[in-house]
């Protein structure tokens, strides 16, 4: 497999693809009653474009969206205020030990080697790495060393700090008689003001290390996309899966046990990714399927079951 930040397309989301859009535009007019969604992050990609595009639909009762990260998930109800029909789930698409087990054994991950047209995310580790992803860790900071050591760019800028020494200036009676008066200069202003905007800076990453910390992940809520389909497993359903690349396939699989003999609308993200590329091709070989659009630059598709 090839890591996906070579891809000169990686960084086009397939929010910006017109087809796409025009393509969601008609599957809202299909009389979808819920959407479920794996994978939110902040809620400003898909979830947003899809919200869009069924702005009109009023058959849509619920958009729900399903994010592991407990700040990305706080981020996204933050910006998905707007959409009153989107819920916003802070939980685990799957159980978490049967994925971890999925990314751990599963073929194309430990022999990436063998799908050279497939991007992953990494090649470092990349067990470690979908595995952190689904402990909802993507994207955090490693915690300090508690034996010392801690995180090197802190660690670099505190030794920085302390070798800063103040140079001496030579006796002036003017500081003298201004100081001993408390007549304020322009430079002293241009300090304090200086020192102000230094003490809120600290402050304000103080709390928003403090935030972090509260949100770190604890108690997880799994297997939110069982649970959600079997409760609308009669609604005329949309599933569009675009969470952790490494168990993509795994949800698809997921999806199909629940649903293979139902009629339901489906949208994967990433299909020229480890997330989706053997989705994507049980599709194609599924003559159940529809496909509605595909695209292979931007790695989408989005199909109709039965
Ligand atoms: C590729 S991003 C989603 C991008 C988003 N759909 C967009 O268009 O901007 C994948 C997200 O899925 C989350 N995630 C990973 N595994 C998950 C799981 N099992 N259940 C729910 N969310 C998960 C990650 O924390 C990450 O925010």
Redesign the pocket.
């Known amino acids: 497999m090839l890591p996906y930040a070579e891809y000169p397309f990686h960084s086009i989301?397939?929010?910006q693809d017109e087809i796409l859009k025009n393509i969601l535009e008609n599957l809202a007019k299909e009389n979808i009653e819920i959407i479920i969604?794996?994978?939110?992050?902040?809620?400003?990609?898909?979830?947003t474009?899809v919200s869009n595009a069924f702005e009109k639909c009023n058959t849509l009762k619920t958009f729900y969206t399903?994010?592991?990260?407990p700040n990305?998930h706080a981020d996204a109800v933050e910006n998905l205020k707007k959409f009153p029909k989107v819920v916003c789930l802070n939980?685990?698409?799957?159980n978490?030990r049967e994925?971890l087990n999925f990314v751990e054994n599963d073929e194309a991950i430990n022999h990436h080697e063998r799908y050279p047209d497939i991007f992953i995310d990494t090649l470092i580790n990349p067990v470690a790495f979908y595995a952190n992803?689904?402990k909802?860790l993507?994207?955090e900071e490693s915690p300090p060393n508690p034996k010392g050591g801690g995180n090197p760019k802190e660690e670099y800028m505190t030794n920085k700090k302390i070798s800063v020494s103040q140079p001496q200036r030579p006796f002036s009676l003017r500081r003298f008689l201004r100081k001993l008066f408390g007549i304020k200069t322009k430079e002293d202003l241009k300090k304090e003001q200086a020192e102000k905007e230094r003490l809120e800076k600290i402050e304000k990453e103080q709390l928003e290390k403090e935030k972090k910390q509260r949100l770190k992940p604890t108690l997880i809520i799994e297997n939110?996309?069982e649970e959600l389909i079997n409760k609308y497993e009669n609604a005329n359903l949309f599933v569009?899966l675009?969470?952790?690349?490494g168990?993509g396939y795994m949800?698809f699989q997921k999806v199909m046990s629940l649903l293979g003999k139902k009629s339901f609308y489906l949208m994967l993200?990433?299909t020229h990714h480890l997330?989706h590329f053997r989705s994507l091709r049980d599709i194609q070989q599924n003559p159940n399927f529809n496909i509605l659009g595909v695209s292979k630059q931007n790695g989408w598709c989005v199909a109709k079951h039965l």
């Open positions: 989301s397939m929010t969604e794996t994978g939110t992050f902040n809620g400003l990609g898909s979830t474009f399903l994010e592991v990260n990305s939980g685990a698409s799957l978490l994925a992803e689904l909802g993507l994207g939110l996309l569009i675009d969470s952790a690349g168990v949800e993200d990433d997330k």
